[in-house]
């Protein structure tokens, strides 16, 4: 049996780790909550500029570079959203699982990465990965300034024939409790027909064809912003329920300790009262 | 017809201005626009220029570092690749960038880094024209 002063300090020491649990995840709340409103704040650009892209490519075919189909792929590159720092559940692993499941299923194409966040690259660059360029301790704060240089590099190196079709494999954002790790293809780009609504007439200054060029480099920019901010609130997302959870258990483990500590404080009693009625015994 | 058209002005980052307006006037690509009620359908990529909008007889102007605008029945959508509210420009702060930068840009010329430090003062130098022109409308 433990001794009680052993047990005592164990306790000190959970509860301590559970003022620590308990303070990062009311951060990641608040945190969480910046992030969400960054998003909804992207909305009205975002509905509008799928709804643009799609109507304009029903009309005119581009030139853009970024349209069109390769007849061969050999090179496979996918822009990984992670985090920097871990604590946050599975939500790390999930990318890189899925990323891993991504590469044995084109094993026949050669995969490159672009990669977001330390955790990504720590990962991938262990199992010797191809990694085209990283950017990491971004420190969570998204803008859309970080995004266009990640699309500058990427859409330059597809000019240059680097790869031949870009993925984007990120952590969505359902809710609070619930990340889901999507893989989205980016590069060529195609846009679904215009969903079933009526085509209007519009004047285009200048052509729909240049528009279209025009906005395809946008459209890729505001992807991979759209999925850092999603990646972003998911971090927090995710990192206050494993604190949260952290907490819990640090509730219980506790509960457990200060029965053992009980159990070990009676049974020093007993034993102290045995020796005594023991010495007591002796004595007659 | 309608005697009103409803603005949308977007950035990637954030949603500007959400309101009912008279007029707007903006920098296309192919030259500056008025757009009245009951205008035809347009979609027109913006380069960047000064926009601004007339409220109940009051002008508003705003520097819109190019995008999109597209008009359809009364209501306008301005997707800008980045924007600012003239009110909400720092008129000092983006006069001393206006005159950093055109220094750099100085300093930069005829080199590499030239159209990097051109964009900046572009930038700086719009903000500038947008704040002077906010400042003399208040």
């Given at each position: 049996m433990a001794n009680t002063r052993d047990i005592k300090r164990q306790i000190v020491s959970v509860k301590n780790t559970q003022k620590v649990t308990k303070a990062m995840k009311m951060v990641s709340a608040a945190k969480m909550r910046k992030a969400v409103e960054a998003m909804?704040?992207?909305?009205?650009?975002?509905?509008?500029?799928?709804?643009?892209?799609?109507?304009?490519?029903?009309?005119?075919?581009?030139?853009?570079?970024?349209?069109?189909?390769?007849?061969?792929?050999?090179?496979?590159?996918?822009?990984?959203?992670?985090?920097?720092?871990?604590?946050?559940?599975?939500?790390?692993?999930?990318?890189?699982?899925?990323?891993?499941?991504?590469?044995?299923?084109?094993?026949?194409?050669?995969?490159?990465?672009?990669?977001?966040?330390?955790?990504?690259?720590?990962?991938?660059?262990?199992?010797?990965?191809?990694?085209?360029?990283?950017?990491?301790?971004?420190?969570?704060?998204?803008?859309?300034?970080?995004?266009?240089e990640i699309t500058g590099r990427v859409k330059q190196s597809f000019l240059e024939g680097v790869f031949d079709e870009l993925y984007l494999v990120y952590n969505e954002f359902r809710s609070v409790a619930y990340q889901a790790a999507k893989l989205e293809k980016l590069l060529p780009l195609s846009f679904d027909a215009t969903d079933g609504k009526e085509k209007v007439n519009y004047i285009f200054e200048p052509t729909a064809c240049a528009l279209l060029d025009e906005i395809v480099p946008r459209y890729i920019d505001f992807s991979v912003y759209h999925a850092l901010l999603e990646s972003g609130a998911g971090e927090h997302g995710a990192r206050m329920v494993a604190m949260d959870n952290a907490t819990r258990s640090a509730d219980d483990m506790i509960k457990k300790l200060v029965l053992n500590y009980n159990k070990a404080r009676q049974q020093a009693i007993t034993m102290d009262l045995l020796d005594i009625v023991n010495g007591a015994e002796a004595l007659k | 017809?309608?005697?009103?058209?409803?603005?949308?002005?977007?950035?990637?980052?954030?949603?500007?201005?959400?309101?009912?307006?008279?007029?707007?006037?903006?920098?296309?690509?192919?030259?500056?626009?008025?757009?009245?009620?009951?205008?035809?359908?347009?979609?027109?990529?913006?380069?960047?220029?000064?926009?601004?909008?007339?409220?109940?007889?009051?002008?508003?102007?705003?520097?819109?570092?190019?995008?999109?605008?597209?008009?359809?029945?009364?209501?306008?959508?301005?997707?800008?690749?980045?924007?600012?509210?003239?009110?909400?420009?720092?008129?000092?702060?983006?006069?001393?960038?206006?005159?950093?930068?055109?220094l750099e840009l100085a300093k930069?010329?005829?080199?590499?880094?030239?159209?990097?430090?051109?964009?900046?003062?572009?930038?700086?130098?719009?903000?500038?024209?947008?704040?002077?022109?906010?400042?003399?409308?208040?």
């Amino acid at each position: 049996m433990a001794n009680t002063r052993d047990i005592k300090r164990q306790i000190v020491s959970v509860k301590n780790t559970q003022k620590v649990t308990k303070a990062m995840k009311m951060v990641s709340a608040a945190k969480m909550r910046k992030a969400v409103e960054a998003m909804n704040a992207t909305r009205t650009y975002s509905e509008k500029i799928r709804e643009v892209a799609a109507s304009l490519s029903g009309q005119s075919k581009g030139e853009s570079p970024f349209l069109k189909p390769k007849a061969e792929v050999k090179n496979i590159a996918l822009i990984v959203v992670s985090s920097d720092r871990g604590l946050c559940g599975g939500f790390n692993s999930n990318i890189n699982r899925l990323v891993l499941t991504f590469a044995e299923e084109h094993s026949d194409a050669s995969v490159k990465l672009f990669i977001v966040g330390k955790k990504a690259f720590d990962f991938f660059k262990r199992r010797n990965f191809s990694i085209l360029e990283k950017w990491i301790a971004l420190g969570g704060k998204f803008t859309y300034d970080t995004a266009r240089e990640i699309t500058g590099r990427v859409k330059q190196s597809f000019l240059e024939g680097v790869f031949d079709e870009l993925y984007l494999v990120y952590n969505e954002f359902r809710s609070v409790a619930y990340q889901a790790a999507k893989l989205e293809k980016l590069l060529p780009l195609s846009f679904d027909a215009t969903d079933g609504k009526e085509k209007v007439n519009y004047i285009f200054e200048p052509t729909a064809c240049a528009l279209l060029d025009e906005i395809v480099p946008r459209y890729i920019d505001f992807s991979v912003y759209h999925a850092l901010l999603e990646s972003g609130a998911g971090e927090h997302g995710a990192r206050m329920v494993a604190m949260d959870n952290a907490t819990r258990s640090a509730d219980d483990m506790i509960k457990k300790l200060v029965l053992n500590y009980n159990k070990a404080r009676q049974q020093a009693i007993t034993m102290d009262l045995l020796d005594i009625v023991n010495g007591a015994e002796a004595l007659k | 017809m309608p005697d009103k058209l409803s603005l949308t002005l977007v950035s990637p980052e954030r949603l500007l201005v959400s309101c009912e307006t008279d007029e707007i006037y903006a920098s296309g690509s192919e030259g500056d626009m008025g757009i009245l009620p009951g205008h035809a359908a347009l979609f027109s990529s913006l380069k960047s220029g000064e926009f601004r909008y007339s409220v109940e007889g009051v002008t508003e102007y705003a520097a819109v570092d190019g995008g999109f605008m597209e008009v359809l029945d009364d209501k306008v959508t301005v997707l800008a690749d980045s924007a600012e509210l003239g009110g909400s420009i720092d008129y000092e702060a983006v006069k001393t960038l206006k005159e950093e930068s055109e220094l750099e840009l100085a300093k930069y010329k005829e080199t590499d880094g030239e159209s990097t430090y051109l964009e900046k003062y572009a930038r700086a130098a719009l903000r500038l024209q947008i704040a002077e022109r906010y400042r003399k409308s208040v």
